[in-house]
C-alpha cells in the first residue's frame, strides 16, 4: 500500500496512526506488542504525537516493547543515539514501563553489540519468529535504511543483527537489524519525506532499483509506504492512495 499526505505533520499523523493500530491489534491477539523503531528526523514527530491525545489513549503501554532497527555505536546521552531521540520524545513519558525498553547499544565494539541484541531478540522473541509486530523504516536520500549502505555487501546475512560501518555519515560503527530479520516481522511501515528523495522513491518502487531499501521491501509480504507529497512527486503508479 502506498499512502500520500499532504505535507510533513499530516505523515507524521499518519504514522502514529499506524502505530496505534498495531498496538491494538497485536495486544488483543496475543497480549504484547513489539515495535522496532527507526532513528533519524522524520519520525521523531509521530513519537512525541504518540504522548496525547487522540492517540496515547488507545494503546495499552504496559504491554508495548521498545525495540530498535539500528543504531549508532554510541552511549544513549549522545546526540547522534537513536535510542536517545526515541526517549525525549516519548519514551521517558511516564506511561511507558521502562522494563519494556530493549536499547541495542549497550556498550563494547559494534560487533559486540551486535551479538548481545541477537541474543537478546532471540531470547524475547524464541529462534524462528514471527518477530516484531510493526518495523519502523526511513530512507537516506541514497537508497539505505537502517543501517544498510550501498555497496555494503551485507544483504544477504543470515543473522538477525549485524555490525555495520559508514564513511558517509557522522558515527561510523553501527548496529543494523537485517533484512532478513525485518522479513520475519508482521508487518513494515515506511515513513519518508521531502523532495530530495523523490527519485529514489520512483527507482525502488516502480523500477525495481537495487538499493538497500529496495532488497528489504522486496523480502516483505506486508508493506504500506507513507510519503508525503515531496516524496511521492515522481510516482506515476496507480496504486497510491491520497489522505
Not at 493500530?21 to 497480549?31: F, L, N, V, Y
Not at 494503546?59 to 516493547?65: E, G, L, R
Amino acid at each position: 500500500m502506498i499512502r500520500v499526505f499532504k505535507n510533513e505533520e499530516a505523515l507524521s499523523q499518519g504514522m502514529a496512526e499506524c502505530f496505534v493500530t498495531a498496538a491494538a491489534g497485536a495486544i488483543a491477539e496475543r497480549g504484547r506488542f513489539s515495535v522496532a523503531l527507526s532513528g533519524g528526523h522524520t519520525p521523531a514527530r509521530a513519537y512525541r504525537l504518540l504522548t496525547a491525545e487522540p492517540y496515547v489513549g488507545r494503546v495499552d503501554w504496559p504491554k508495548a516493547h521498545f525495540f530498535w532497527g539500528d543504531e549508532r555505536n554510541v552511549p544513549n546521552t549522545d546526540p547522534d543515539s537513536n535510542e536517545k531521540m526515541a526517549r525525549e520524545a516519548f519514551l521517558n513519558s511516564p506511561f511507558v514501563d521502562p522494563d519494556t525498553i530493549h536499547p541495542m547499544f549497550g556498550g563494547g565494539t559494534n560487533v559486540e553489540a551486535a551479538a548481545a541484541y541477537e541474543a537478546l531478540l532471540r531470547t524475547f522473541f524464541g529462534d524462528t519468529g514471527p518477530l516484531f509486530d510493526i518495523v519502523m523504516l526511513g530512507m537516506g536520500p541514497d537508497g539505505h535504511t537502517l543501517s544498510l549502505f550501498p555497496g555494503a555487501g551485507n544483504l544477504d546475512s543470515p543473522a538477525w543483527v549485524i555490525p555495520a560501518s559508514t564513511d558517509v555519515w557522522a558515527v561510523h560503527d553501527r548496529i543494523t537489524l537485517t533484512p532478513l530479520t525485518v522479513s520475519l516481522s508482521r508487518e513494515v511501515v515506511l515513513e519518508i519525506a521531502g523532495a530530495d528523495k523523490a527519485e529514489m522513491v520512483k527507482a525502488i518502487i516502480e523500477d525495481g532499483a537495487d538499493y538497500p531499501l529496495g532488497a528489504v521491501v522486496r523480502r516483505c509480504a506486508n508493506v504500506t509506504w507513507l510519503l508525503d507529497e515531496g516524496a511521492a512527486s515522481l510516482l506515476q503508479t496507480a496504486q497510491t492512495e491520497r489522505a
